[in-house]
């Protein structure tokens, strides 16, 4: 048995090598690489999958933080097993060796059920022996204490790092964060734990219930950009319908989905959906503006002049979600470069004069399809006295 005293010695030996700034660089190199290798897998796994099975190709990883490294320390007994010197190399080799998730990495898929097809063809992908410098142990046990299956694999990157690997749904994610906040991080004795264990029960029938429908949905609509929309209508509608005033929204959505409709508005309402299912915080996309151009300004003040204001800020409160727009004035400006940019690509015609050419003598005349084109995917436009 180890005196307090240096069991205290041994936390704070670790947790200098932990801390070492050279040590969290050498982290993030091998995250960076095992996050290339996993990148490769997953151009790998696009191959396989049907195209039912859906999943986000961007891995999900961290570093350990180091006020869970120290609560892990304590909880799994490491203070108590694990060698420690007064060498931080030595120190740091046996963290790099002994915790299990020292480095975290995470598949996200959109159904539940596709986790195993994807595990599966992770490990014939790693049987194959395309990993470079990874270990990945198969043999684990995939049922949880609770007697739910997870998909979760241990690793080991250049004989050196260790790091867990998950495979889990949207829905998986939303209810392992419920369980783990509500009964495994609870610090304190709950006399309610059996209710809490009880109702969490239920909200995991809720989830793959939740699951099941989204499967349903997407099967009909076999579209992934229209359960984008979808689930960006769901998980934002409530902001909206706070800021004008109204829950009749429909229409309102329909214009924006169909005035953004560019492959980059819709990788961003991916993310937004992805992070707002993870219950993590969404970073807006940034926005520039072109304020040298005059053909902006013009667009700018005849949207204004001919459209409901009421229209055009239920369209900036939902653009307002994705890109980073300060206020109502700024949308406009971004809405008239928007337009004019994405539209006059769009009906360019090779054969003939083009409409929106800086030579054009009358710049009034050049926004008229524009103009129309708005009427008729938001609606609103004031109709002549």
């Known amino acids: 048995m180890y005196h307090t005293d240096e069991q205290k010695k041994r936390e704070a030996q670790l947790l200098e090598a932990f801390t070492d700034s050279n040590f969290q660089d050498k982290l993030k190199d091998a995250r960076i690489s095992i996050e290339d290798r996993l990148a490769e897998f997953i151009i790998y796994l696009k191959k396989k999958l049907n195209p039912e099975q859906k999943i986000y190709e961007n891995i999900e990883s961290r570093i350990k933080s180091p006020e869970s490294f120290k609560e892990k320390l304590k909880r799994k007994g490491y203070i108590k097993t694990w060698a420690a010197f007064d060498d931080i190399a030595s120190n740091q080799r046996i963290i790099a060796a002994n915790l299990p998730d020292l480095l975290g990495f995470r598949i996200n898929c959109f159904f539940w059920k596709d986790e195993k097809v994807i595990y599966d063809i992770l490990r014939e992908y790693y049987d194959q022996k395309n990993f470079e410098n990874i270990y990945l142990d198969f043999s684990e046990n995939t049922k949880q204490q609770n007697g739910h299956t997870i998909y979760k694999l241990s690793g080991k990157y250049r004989n050196e790092y260790c790091f867990e690997l998950q495979i889990k749904s949207i829905m998986h994610n939303i209810w392992g964060e419920v369980e783990h906040k509500t009964i495994y991080k609870n610090r304190d004795y709950d006399a309610d734990l059996s209710n809490k264990i009880t109702i969490t029960e239920e909200v995991f ?26 689930l960006f209508f769901e998980k934002t509608k409530q ?31 991916k993310r937004y959906v992805a992070y707002s299912l993870l219950d993590e915080n969404y970073i807006k996309e940034p926005v520039t503006l072109n304020t040298s151009n005059e053909k902006f300004g013009n667009l700018k ?3 204004i002049t ?45 054969d003939e004069c083009d409409a929106f050419d800086d030579d054009n003598d009358e710049p009034a005349d050049d926004n008229i399809v524009i103009l129309t084109l708005l009427e008729n995917k938001i609606g609103g436009r004031k109709k002549n006295d």
């Not at 029938?205 to 979808?230: G, H, M």
């Not at 727009?325 to 470069?337: A, H, K, N």
Request: with cysteine; net charge negative; hydrophobic share 40%.
């Open 205 to 230: 029938n809720i989830l793959q219930a939740s699951d099941r429908q989204l499967v349903s949905l997407f099967k009909k609509q076999n579209d992934e950009k229209q359960l984008t929309n979808a």
């Open 301 to 303: 003040i005849q949207i």
């Open 306 to 350: 001919q459209f409901l204001e009421y229209n055009l800020r239920c369209l900036y409160y939902i653009c307002d979600l994705i890109y980073d727009i300060p206020d109502f004035d700024f949308f406009m400006s971004f809405l008239s470069e928007y337009l004019l940019k994405t539209y006059t690509m769009e009906t360019e015609a090779p």
């Open 239 to 269: 902001i909206v319908a706070g800021k004008s005033g109204t829950d009749i929204l429909a229409k309102h959505y329909n214009g924006f989905f169909q005035v953004f409709s560019d492959p980059n508005s819709l990788k961003h309402m």
